[in-house]
């Protein structure tokens, strides 16, 4: 995976990057590799507002644009915020969303590009940001369209997509995925609560690291 050039990851929410992609994202880093996330929104509809709570309606967006920022310097990304509104990505057309992003890939000249996995991903705005992307990357003519690997999420995806094309072991990263989640204040703190007051609870890293210490893709395959 060290013979890339530049990577991108596309999702649509601050945070999708630290749980999703952050241990991927370090090793690229560590290996010289640069790599851009282009945030689709501000997350600013989300009902977590801080453990305790320090945020409301009105500072949501602002808090998150720098949580946001805070979590990208810590996983050396540079991020590029898309100004979607969020719980809305389902109701915009999908071939306008793939021609912003085309713009992006355009420019930068990705040999990866990382996103959700359409239909397996569990929130409306995941699906539809990950199906732009496919559409985005699959306009890109064969000799410069980037390999495009896919995250699903959904529980059953095992079973219905089968095993992962890419398997990726965190361990040796995550206390830098943890720093970059925890960079995420007003959502993290109420999962890492929740965690604690689980009764096979062992330790918040070491809960952490269960849950998340593999990030896994599959290989969009294109049938042209």
Do not use: S
């Given at each position: 995976m060290y013979h890339h050039k530049h990577v991108v990851v596309i999702y649509p929410h601050p945070d999708d990057e630290s749980f999703g992609v952050a241990g991927t994202a370090t090793k690229f880093h560590q290996n010289g590799i640069p790599v851009?996330?282009?945030?689709?929104?501000?997350?600013?509809?989300?009902?977590?507002?801080?453990?305790?709570?320090f945020a409301n309606r009105e500072s949501l967006p602002e808090i998150r644009k720098k949580e946001?920022?805070?979590?990208?310097?810590?996983?050396?990304?540079?991020v590029k915020m898309l100004g979607y509104r969020d719980k809305t990505l389902e109701f915009e057309s999908t071939d306008e969303i793939a021609a912003h992003?085309?713009?992006?890939?355009?420019?930068?000249?990705?040999?990866?590009?990382?996103?959700?996995?359409?239909?397996?991903?569990?929130?409306?705005?995941?699906?539809?940001?990950?199906?732009?992307?496919?559409?985005?990357?699959?306009?890109m003519d064969n000799d410069v369209r980037?390999?495009?690997?896919?995250?699903?999420?959904?529980?059953?995806?095992?079973?219905t997509l089968g095993t992962p094309d890419v398997n990726i072991d965190t361990e040796d990263v995550f206390p830098t995925k943890m720093e970059a989640i925890k960079a995420h204040r007003s959502q993290a703190e109420g999962m890492l609560s929740r965690m604690r007051e689980s009764p096979d609870f062992i330790g918040e890293?070491?809960?952490?690291?269960?849950?998340?210490?593999?990030?896994?893709?599959?290989?969009?395959k294109f049938n042209d």
């Open positions: 851009t996330y282009l945030c689709g929104t501000l997350g600013e509809m989300g009902r977590n507002m801080g453990t305790p709570l946001l920022k805070d979590a990208c310097n810590i996983l050396h990304m540079d992003l085309l713009t992006y890939l355009e420019d930068i000249k990705p040999t990866l590009v990382i996103t959700h996995y359409p239909d397996y991903a569990v929130h409306p705005d995941h699906n539809a940001m990950g199906a732009a992307a496919v559409k985005a990357v699959g306009k980037p390999e495009l690997w896919v995250q699903a999420i959904t529980n059953d995806r095992h079973q890293y070491e809960e952490a690291l269960k849950r998340l210490q593999f990030e896994e893709f599959y290989v969009w």
